[in-house]
């Protein structure tokens, strides 16, 4: 559950225009596995250097609700997600909301 405040730091950083350079960068895991497989592909996420780590554990928690509302059937088809520590190349966007950019 988000506090008030990770809630107020959420809605900020969704009414910015370029809201969508603030999710984490995915992609398909490749699969070594030669059967076809049925189902969405697992999916790996990379971190953005420049996030705050409170962003990033905003984001897990309501990666977590979301999951948690799913019904068992919905969760079973999802794809698989890991995040892994590789970091994505895309640069912060300009002007961002300071809770969200750290400062180096």
């Not at 969704?14 to 603030?22: K, V």
């Not at 979301?66 to 997600?81: D, I, N, P």
Request: proline share 8%; net charge positive; with cysteine.
């Amino acid at each position: 559950m988000l506090s008030e405040g990770d809630k107020r730091r959420a809605r900020e950083i969704l009414s910015f225009p370029d809201a969508l350079h603030y999710i984490s960068e995915e992609e398909s895991c490749e699969d070594d596995a030669a059967e076809p497989r049925s189902g969405p592909r697992p999916r790996k996420i990379r971190k953005l250097s420049w996030e705050k780590s409170k962003l990033r554990n905003i984001k897990t928690k309501l990666d977590e609700a979301y999951l948690a509302g799913l019904t068992e059937k919905l969760r079973r088809t999802s794809a698989r997600v890991s995040r892994t520590e590789e970091e994505s190349s895309r640069p912060h966007p300009p002007n961002g909301p300071r809770c969200a950019v750290h400062n180096d």
